[in-house]
């Protein structure tokens, strides 16, 4: 699976971008999907997650953007989503897309694949 992230950009605080990533492949929805976050001099951090059925959605956020961050998916697009609203300057970094064939979880350890990563930077 190859994944490209787009989306990213400037945006002042309070502010929503929607980030996207495009999945190659036939094989998308054998896969759960996670945007993780990675800003200058910290460690990559786990965004939010989406589970791979289509017929139950199942979701998890981290704690800091619960209420603003929505993640979704169309399946048959092979592109998985992130709705970010309320922007805060601590939320700027790098936002990385993944897809964990082994279950949807919190760790960079459990993601198989990456998309290249898309910067978004938020002004105060």
């Known amino acids: 699976v190859q994944l490209q992230a787009c989306g990213g950009g400037l945006v002042q605080a309070g502010g929503s971008l929607r980030l996207s990533c495009a999945a190659s492949?036939?094989?998308?929805?054998?896969?759960?999907m996670g945007w993780f976050r990675q800003a200058p001099g910290k460690e990559r951090e786990f965004v939010a997650g989406?589970?791979?059925?289509?017929?139950?959605?199942?979701?998890d956020y981290a704690d800091f953007v619960k209420g603003r961050f929505t993640i979704s998916r169309d399946n048959a697009k092979n592109t998985v989503y992130l709705q970010m609203n309320s922007l805060k300057p601590e939320d700027t970094a790098v936002y990385y897309c993944?897809?964990?064939?082994?279950?949807?979880?919190?760790?960079?350890?459990?993601?198989?694949?990456w998309g290249q990563g898309t910067q978004v930077t938020v002004s105060s």
């Open positions: 989406i589970r791979r059925s289509v017929y139950i959605r199942v979701t």
């Open positions: 993944a897809a964990s064939g082994s279950g949807l979880g919190r760790r960079v350890s459990e993601y198989d694949y």
């Open positions: 492949g036939r094989t998308f929805n054998s896969y759960d």
